[in-house]
């Protein structure tokens, strides 16, 4: 017990402040490289890949040959196949790691949020008391140019009056999803990525799966107003958030998009300028 304690107090004495900042930089990694793949259906197969490592290391151990070359040789040609079969959730790690903080620096959003929320609101009560659905993405810093594509290219000022008239039932663009995105309504009669989730209710639509679909490909927020019921429903990061008001969309949309950075960069600028008023 000596000897283990001696060990370990040499061992933490050979440690340097880069050698606890290494290990701290590394451990936030794995944890969060851990925490992503919960969030994705690769994490059902992990067991299944541990299963095949622990049981070709046990056929080398107890030189069962040809368990043992089938086994390598699968592991070999499966870690390509997981390269392809998760090429969907490798993209959207990575653009998570693109809309962290760090990567926020490079795309700000850059939004009258108030103009395009009132807007967006006051469209979603109107269609919500008269039982028309409606389909509203709202881009944040991941753009949509694909996605909107696949619609009609409107690239109009964002208005409650234009986005009503869009979803106004046998219309041309009614059937589709609206990309809004810088300020301006880019694109009608989108089609958007359905979620593969099996837990949803099946009181939800197209619509609601579609809207849970694209805000799990794309930091988006989608606003939902259902045809049958009229209620009014916002998905973010694959979650509905059901039965919302005017006044709660108008909190919850405010909420999304709030940008604390450009908030503390204006703060200081406030700061520098009595700072500099002060000083004459």
């Known amino acids: 017990m000596e000897d283990f304690m001696s060990l370990l107090t040499d061992n933490f004495r050979m440690l340097h402040l880069w050698d606890i900042i290494d290990i701290l930089i590394v451990a936030y990694v794995v944890y969060k490289g851990i925490k992503l793949v919960i969030e994705t259906r690769a994490f059902q197969l992990i067991r299944g890949i541990v299963i095949l490592l622990v049981a070709t290391q046990l056929s080398g151990w107890l030189q069962l040959n040809s368990v043992n070359y089938i086994l390598v040789n699968v592991m070999q040609v499966g870690m390509i196949a997981l390269l392809i079969v998760f090429q969907p959730e490798l993209r959207r790690t990575l653009e998570k790691v693109g809309r962290s903080k760090i990567g926020s620096i490079f795309s700000p959003v850059d939004y009258d949020i108030e103009r395009v929320v009132g807007q967006v609101c006051e469209a979603s009560a109107y269609m919500s008391e008269s039982r028309i659905g409606a389909l509203m993405v709202i881009e944040k810093e991941t753009k949509l140019s694909d996605v909107g594509k696949t619609g009609t290219v409107i690239n109009a000022d964002v208005s409650a009056e234009l986005l009503v008239n869009i979803f106004i039932p046998k219309t041309p663009l009614h059937d589709g999803a609206v990309i809004i995105g810088d300020n301006k309504i880019k694109s009608a009669a989108c089609i958007l990525p359905l979620t593969e989730q099996n837990n949803i209710s099946r009181e939800l639509g197209t ?19 259902s045809e049958e019921t009229g209620r009014i429903s916002m998905a973010k990061n694959g979650f509905l958030t059901r039965n919302l008001s005017r006044d709660s969309l108008a909190k919850e949309l405010k909420k999304a998009f709030k940008d604390t950075r450009t908030a503390d960069v204006s703060s200081a600028k406030q700061k520098i300028k009595n700072w500099t008023v002060k000083k004459k």
């Open 207 to 225: 619509r609601h799966r579609a809207a849970i679909g694209m805000s799990e490909n794309a930091d988006c927020v989608v606003v939902v107003v």
